[in-house]
Each structure stands twice: as C-alpha cells, then as structure tokens.
C-alpha cells in the first residue's frame, strides 16, 4: 500500500544495472528454485509497512551457501541487484526491488548447524527464525534473547540490529553476534571472526555486517551468544501519575543497578487502547510491565527494590509474581498491544516508526510527540523500551485520505528530528531501509559519507539491495 | 623483532617529503613539537620487544583543531602519523616503522561532560582510565575496562581492549556509545549520537573501535557508565587441574551467575607469586573471583560459586565482601607482573594473549604449558577464564638470539593453537607489528576485505602505517 515517498535514489543513477540477462542465467541454473510467478514476487516485496511495494524480477528459493554464492556470482557478472529475503517482518522497506533484480529467498537455510552448550554458542543459517531456535535450544537449558516482537529470522535480525523488550538486560544483535559468514558481492566467502568470545583481530567485520541491511553482502552463517535460562523469571506491573514519573523511576532502577531484563512503558493511549481490547480495568495513566530474571531471592530482592523506587515516583499499586499463569496476565496489556491498537480505527493502516533518545531526555521527547500528534489530529499508541530510551508510535492512518498521509508524513519527519535534536537517534532498532535515509543524513551528516566510502569499496557495482540506507 | 614490512612499501612514502612535512608542521607548532631524541625515543615503543623505529617528529596536540591541522598537513604530505597515548600497547602499535609524525595526546585530558541520568561519559582520548574513575567517585558511577596498565581511553578504545572485568562488563567494543573522530583527509566527523542503541545505517563506531589508529584519530569518546555496586566481594579457591578449574568456570557462566571477574592463574604464576609475595598459596591452578551485587546477591553469588567450585574439587574456598581482606585474597593477582619478573630478573617480559572458545579453554592451556616445557621456556600464565582469553608471560632474555628465536617459534605455535581451536590470535592485546601474519592465518580472504576499508578510508595510507597488514 503506497503511503510514503521519501525516497531519493540519485546516487544510484550511475550503475548500469543489466537484469534481464541475469534472469535468465538465473532460471536455468535454478530451475524448480526459481521463480517469476507474480504472487511469489509479491510475497517478496515489503508488505507489512507503508512503503509502495516494489517487486523483484525473480525469486531465488537458496538452499544452501553455495546456492547464495552462485546467485551473487551471477547477479555480479550482469550486474543485477540482490535482495536477500528472510520472513519479511521489516518495516522500513528494506525488502523492495526498487531497481528491480533478484530475491534470494533464505527461509530453506533454516538449519541449526551446531549447539556448543560449554560455550554457549549456536551456530544457525539465517534462515533459522527466533522461536525456531529457542524450541530447539529448550532442552538445553538455553535460550537466545533477542526478542523483537515478530518471530523474525535471525538473518534478518542480524541485518537491522535488531533488538526488542530485553535489550535492556541482553544487549541488541550487535552484542549477542559472534561471528558471521558472508558471501561478499564479489562471489567470495568470507568468516569476520572465529568463535572465541571477545577478540582484538583487526577491523570488527561483524558488527560492520550486522544492521548493513544487506548492503554490503548476504550472510550464510551465524554464531550467536545463548543465556542460561533463569531459574526464576518475575514480572511486575505499575502505574505512573505521568510518563516523566514514569522515566524517572526507570532512570533510577538503572543507575541502581538491578538488572531489569525487560521494562516496557505504555502511555495512556496505549493503556486505554488495551483496556477496550482486551476488557482491562487498568487506570487511564501511564504503565510500566517488568521482568526481572534470576535466581528466586534475586528475582524478590529486583521486584522489592523497584517497588521502592516505584513509590519515591508516585507508581501505585507495583503489583509482581513469579506464577507464570500469573505474569502472562499481568503482561497482557503488552502482548495485545498490537491488535489494541489495530481495534481503535479498524479501517486504518498502521505505521510502526522507533526513534531512541538518551533517557534523560525519553520523557520530554514522548510527551512532545504526544502534544505533536494532538496538535495534528493523529492518533498513535506508544510502547517504549524505556530502559534503552526507544520508543515506538504506532500510528493509525487511512491511506486512502490524502490529507492523513501528508500529515502522517509530516510528523514521522518531525519525531525523526526530535529525536536527533535530543542527541538521539531516527531509528533505535528498525533500521533505515528506505524509509529514513533523509533522516540518516540529518542524524550523521558527513559521516554517512564514509559508510558510502565502504559500500562503493566493497560493493563498486551497487548489486547489493540498492536504494536502501544510502 | 622486525616486523615483515613487504606489503607496506617504503616507496609509499618519500623522505624528503616527509622531511618538508616535519618543518611545515615545527613551524605550524612551535612549542608543542619535538625532535629531541629523548622525545623521539618515548614515542616508539618501549614496552615490547619490537625494535623501537623512532618517527621523526612528535606533536603535543591540545584540540581537536590541532589533530585536524596536524593530519591536514600530514596529508598534503603524504606523511605517516601515528597517534600516541601512553604507550602501554604490547604489539609494537606506536612504532613508525615509515617515520612520520607522532601524534601525543596526552593534552587532550579532558573529562568533558558527565550525563549520570544516562550513564554516560564523554572525554578526551587522553585521559586515562584511573583519572576517569577518580573524577567519577563523587557521582557514584564508574568505568569498569580495566586492562591492567593505567592506559588512556584513546588507546584502550583504538586496542578494542578489555581485561578483567569482561567477563561482566564486557569490552571497549560494548562500552563506546559514539566516537569523534579526525579521519585521513583531515574532516571531523561523528559515528553516532548519545542514543544507547541505533540501527542507523553502518556501524562506524566498531568499526573505528580496534582499528589501531590505521582509519582515523579518536578526539572524543563516549563511554557507558555503570552504578559502583553496593556491595564488592573477592573469592579465592584451588584446583586439582586446570581443566578443573575452568569446568568450574564454564558452569558458573552457564548458570548465570554475574561474575564480575574470574582469573585463573597456573601452576607456575601460583609459584611464582608464593616466592615473590611470600604467600603459602598451595601449589596448585589457582581461581579469582570478585562479584558485584547488593549484600544479599553477592551473599548468593558466593554460596553458588562454591558449591560449583566443590563440585569440581575445589578446595577451601574463601570469600569476603571486607575490602581489606578482599584486596588480601586478590594480592596473587595483584602482584602476578612483578612476581614474574622475579622468576628471571635479568629477563624481559613478553607478554602474548590469545583467545579460545571456553570449552577449548583448559585444553589449549594446558598444550601450551607443555609446549614451554618442551621448549625450555618460561612463561606463568594467567587467564581471564569467563572470556576463554589468557596471558602468556614469558621471560626472555633480550640479548640472547636463540631465546628470541624460540620466543618466536613459540609464538607461532599459540597463535596457530588457538586458531585451530576456533579461537583468535589475540583477546585483547590487538594486532600491531607482531601479529600480521596470524591475523592472515585466523581470518584469511576477510583481511582482503579489511584493506578495502583501509583504503576506503585512507587510500594514501598515511594513518599508522605497516600495522594489522603484511
């Protein structure tokens, strides 16, 4: 659905894309993997955001690295652009075939290649989604933490930096990646590290791959960190007079050390919304949900310690368990955010934008973009990672109203800036797809230079999922 | 020992040239530059065993204006420059092995701004880390990396150093929020803002994190903070073995407890701390363990540690949150450098680090303890066992060839140990002079990819030359 149009392209207009050829080389070397069906091509473009879908000439179903590595082999000889595929939960448009070009679709490398429980280490193909991983991983007493709401694939994830409700305890995807394989735009396979934990090897190739949004090359492998799964899982809940009491307690619950794994704010938007959908009785102020992991005395010791600090901020009614019956409704208001939001204008569109800010600056940068939208007439829930300092707008606008969109637009720029006004930044952990580059410039200005240094270095004939970040 | 300097050709820099550069930039600096040979002489290296290669000139910038002016020059010159901090890296990273300009910043020793409500910290690369803690003390936060040497944050960061506390805290790499940096062609540019995560575009900031002065100059650094813990604790336990040892260390890691430092020291460091600080340590493989938490959660974090330790015959564990009986169970530790020296007092120190997966940690310990042995070597060891990382410290006598010889050799061999082990050639110490070629042998074709960035970013190859690449 075409919402959205900011999208400049220029510095593409240099490559000579030759697709056609490349098609065709590709059919006959894929035969039954291939495909140029239009429902398959519509599947391959970025459906679930705003963005005008833009599909690819083809689909590649990979089977395996050497599949990606002839792909790309190919698709360099023309000079074809690659858009590497995963379940396509992203929201910035990072899946479009804006030049056209070929989809590798990954979701057949979905092999967990190896567990290393001493380590706690698994090594996946990007194919591998998240829960696919943690039902696998059950029995071993581990988990992978990164969580970002879609059962996403960790290819994906990888390639946006993605992170969710727990990076606040377990980091994003530039923290829980190892090391990473990557069929590099020349053909070549290349491994950025071995499987040590920390490593002073030369530039830090992982993290220069993980968030390139398939710009630099198409990953085939990945080693991950894995947790212990905590013997004692919490949750908590807790009601503010105002998002800035809110923030403050969050503030402190840091600065104070208890290692929160996840604390989630909803404003009173948000509260209402899930009140009407899921028949809650929760007061019309602004929410924080908790978890906290460890052991049963350090789980007790977290929640008694934030209910302190809750009380210093006017939270009322801090509410905990350990049950997990007990949690889940207790969560809930989080866990139905989404159709909640969905219920309060069923006949609208839904924009999803993150912007992330330093968290002293989280309450001012919230409550301005909630006086921005009532000034403007928008309507938008908002779901914070608030001990990140991200949060989410979920705007709900009727496509088919010139007026909304342009206003929609509007803001998304305004909140954009906001946030890098407030030394923060246009995308916690979406990514820039085609959707923010403006704002990427507007964030890092000259320094979006060099990422383009490094993506023409590497990249010269921009076959790599053009037209997204840069 | 010379560095194979083949790929880094001399004919990349003309003397002449370099000679008309150090004038321009004597006249340019008056009283903030130096040629004294004394001054020539602490700007190369003299921590190591790499020959000292003297640069020809040294600046002692006190701006960042002053960093852009010096590497504009430099540029119009094609003259090599080389930052310098306090000179506590250990691969011959300060050497100008091409001559050039060193660049001293220890007048950028400024801790610029404190931001406690986000725990963050921006300074100047030369301050130091004890200085940073000592200007924290009063706001209740500190910087945990902690690599032993009072090194500056500049190098710290340039090294992706860590140490100690990783095992917790993690390293520079997980710890640098955002850069300023003065990059090849002389322009000041930002890699990110005081956001606490981004998915914006490349990652700038780890990629210039570990790169060793070869991409750009750090002139500002952001840095994470952390609350002093309330409560600080030392532990202490012996083991019949090293692999009982770090079988021990591997189970506390996968369950969960948050150490904030494990060290292991061997058979030959336990001794030689037991002659040098006249302690009656049992001679057996030696765990140090300091955990961080409230009373009660350091109470817990002990009791747990022990009952693992006991399990893997551990032998009188002690533990106390008293900091001067801590400091009295960490002195093996504390004094493990000196204690070393005492072994050969007429010998130097050569200190290497190599990391490993934590399964292969005892394994490739215990072959590298009987390859000394094989060899008539000495070197204790000691290990930050929670990262797989360890320290090999030998002793070599510098005017003897056939011990450099060996020292070499051995050196081959504990790089190409740990690599064989899915590990690196180095955890923390960094890549330098001394460490190209390993580097070739862990990451092989993705070095290629390392100096199209190298060349992306300074084509005229005039930042730290004839470092991390043959």
């Not at chain 1, 599947?43 to 690819?56: A, I, M």
């Not at chain 2, 747990?304 to 015959?313: K, N, Q, R, T, V």
Request: aromatic share 6%.
């Amino acid at each position: 659905m075409a919402i959205l149009n900011v999208n400049d392209n220029s510095l593409y207009n240099s490559y000579e894309y030759k697709i056609s050829s490349a098609v065709e080389a590709l059919k006959e070397e894929f035969g039954q993997q291939f495909s140029t069906s239009t429902s398959v091509r519509e599947q391959h473009t970025s459906t679930t955001t705003v963005h005008k879908s833009e599909l690819p000439d083809c689909v590649v179903f990979a089977e395996s690295k050497e599949d990606v590595q002839k792909i790309v082999k190919i698709c360099n000889e023309h000079g074809c652009p690659i858009i590497p595929f995963g379940v396509g939960s992203s929201l910035e448009g990072h899946l479009n075939a804006t030049f056209g070009g070929v989809s590798i679709d990954m979701n057949n490398l979905n092999k967990i290649i190896e567990v290393h429980p001493e380590d706690s280490t698994v090594v996946v193909q990007p194919g591998v989604t998240r829960e696919q991983l943690n039902t696998y991983l059950r029995d071993t007493g581990l988990f992978f933490p990164i969580d970002p709401g879609a059962n996403a694939s960790i290819g994906g994830m990888t390639s946006t930096r993605a992170s969710g409700t727990n990076a606040v305890r377990y980091g994003t995807m530039k923290d829980n990646v190892i090391s990473l394989e990557v069929v590099m735009p020349n053909g070549e396979i290349i491994k950025t590290a071995n499987r040590a934990r920390k490593s002073s090897a030369g530039y830090d190739l992982t993290r220069l791959i993980v968030g390139s949004e398939g710009t630099l090359g198409v990953i085939t492998e990945i080693t991950l960190k894995l947790y212990g799964i905590p013997e004692e899982i919490g949750a908590g809940r807790c009601t503010f007079p105002s998002v800035k009491d809110a923030t403050d307690a969050v503030i402190l619950t840091i600065q104070a050390g208890i290692p929160v794994a996840r604390i989630e704010l909803l404003d009173v938007a948000q509260v209402k919304a899930v009140n009407n959908y899921s028949k809650l009785n929760l007061p019309e102020s602004p929410l924080l949900l908790l978890e906290f992991h460890g052991s049963k005395s350090s789980v007790k010791e977290q929640s008694e310690l934030f209910n302190e600090i809750s009380k210093d901020f006017g939270g009322d009614n801090f509410e905990w368990t350990s049950n997990i019956e007990e949690r889940n409704k207790l969560w809930k208001a989080r866990h139905d955010v989404y159709y909640a939001v969905k219920a309060c204008r069923p006949e609208a569109q839904y924009i999803a934008t993150d912007v992330c800010v330093p968290i002293s600056r989280l309450s001012e940068c919230i409550m301005d973009t909630i006086d921005d939208m009532e000034e403007h007439s928008l309507f938008g829930p908002i779901v914070g990672h608030v001990g990140d300092g991200n949060f989410h707008v979920q705007l709900l606008i009727d496509p088919k109203i010139k007026k909304e969109v342009e206003v929609a637009n509007g803001f998304l720029e305004r909140l954009a800036h906001r946030a890098i006004n407030m030394d923060g930044t246009c995308t916690g952990e979406h990514g820039v797809g085609q959707g923010k580059k403006q704002y990427l410039i507007d964030e890092l200005g000259a320094t979006v230079d060099f990422m383009k240094r490094i993506k023409n270095e590497l990249d010269p004939k921009g076959i790599m999922n053009p037209g997204k970040i840069l | 020992m010379d560095g194979n300097i083949s790929s880094w050709s001399t004919n990349d820099y003309d003397k002449e040239s370099i000679r008309l550069c150090v004038e321009k930039i004597k006249e340019e600096f008056g009283q903030q530059f130096s040629n004294s040979k004394s001054i020539l002489e602490q700007h190369s290296h003299t921590m190591t065993i790499h020959t000292s290669e003297l640069p020809d000139g040294v600046v002692f910038v006190e701006s960042k204006e002053d960093v852009q002016r010096v590497v504009q020059i430099c540029g119009e010159y094609k003259c090599p420059i080389i930052p310098f901090g306090v000179g506590s890296s250990f691969e011959g990273h300060v050497n100008a092995p091409f001559g050039g300009i060193s660049i001293d910043m220890n007048n950028m020793n400024k801790i610029l701004n404190v931001y406690p409500e986000d725990l963050l910290v921006v300074v100047q690369p030369g301050v130091t880390r004890e200085q940073l803690n000592t200007h924290l003390r009063d706001t209740g936060l500190f910087f945990p990396i902690d690599p032993g040497a009072n090194a500056s944050i500049g190098g710290m960061t340039a090294t992706r150093a860590s140490g100690t506390n990783a095992v917790k805290y993690g390293t520079m790499k997980d710890n640098v929020i955002a850069l300023e940096v003065v990059t090849a062609d002389g322009q000041l540019i930002k890699t990110a803002n005081k956001a606490r995560k981004s998915s914006a575009g490349y990652d700038l900031t780890r990629l210039m994190v570990g790169s060793e002065g070869t991409l750009g100059i750090s002139t500002e650094i952001t840095l994470k903070l952390y609350g002093i813990p309330e409560v600080i604790a030392g532990g202490r336990v012996s083991f019949p073995s090293v692999k009982d040892a770090t079988d021990a260390v591997i189970m506390t890691i996968q369950s969960g407890i948050p150490v904030a430092r494990i060290e292991f020291l061997d058979l030959a460091q336990v001794k030689a701390i037991n002659n040098y600080s006249k302690t009656n340590l049992p001679e057996a493989p030696l765990l140090l363990l300091e955990f961080h938490g409230s009373d009660a959660s350091v109470k817990e974090q002990s009791e747990l540690f022990g009952e693992i330790a006991s399990d893997h015959g551990g032998n009188d564990f002690e533990w106390t949150s008293n900091n001067e009986e801590r400091n009295k169970l960490w002195k093996a530790r504390h004094d493990a450098y000196w204690s070393c020296k005492a072994v050969r007092p007429e010998a130097d120190i050569y200190s290497t680090d190599v990391c490993v997966p934590i399964s292969k940690l005892s394994d490739c310990m215990i072959e590298t303890i009987e390859d000394m042995e094989q060899n008539g070597l000495i070197g204790p060891i000691v290990s930050h066992a929670g990262d797989g990382n360890f320290h090999v410290a030998l002793l070599i006598d510098k005017n003897s060839k056939e011990e450099f010889k060996k020292l070499d050799q051995f050196l081959a061999r504990i790089s190409e140990r740990a690599i064989r082990m899915d590990g690196t050639c180095t955890g923390e110490h960094g890549i330098g002079q001394g460490k190209r070629k390993y580097m070739l042998k862990e990451l092989g074709n993705a070095v290629d990819v390392m100096k199209q960035i190298k060349h992306a970013f300074d084509p005229h190859k005039i930042m730290n030359p004839g470092k991390l690449f043959l």
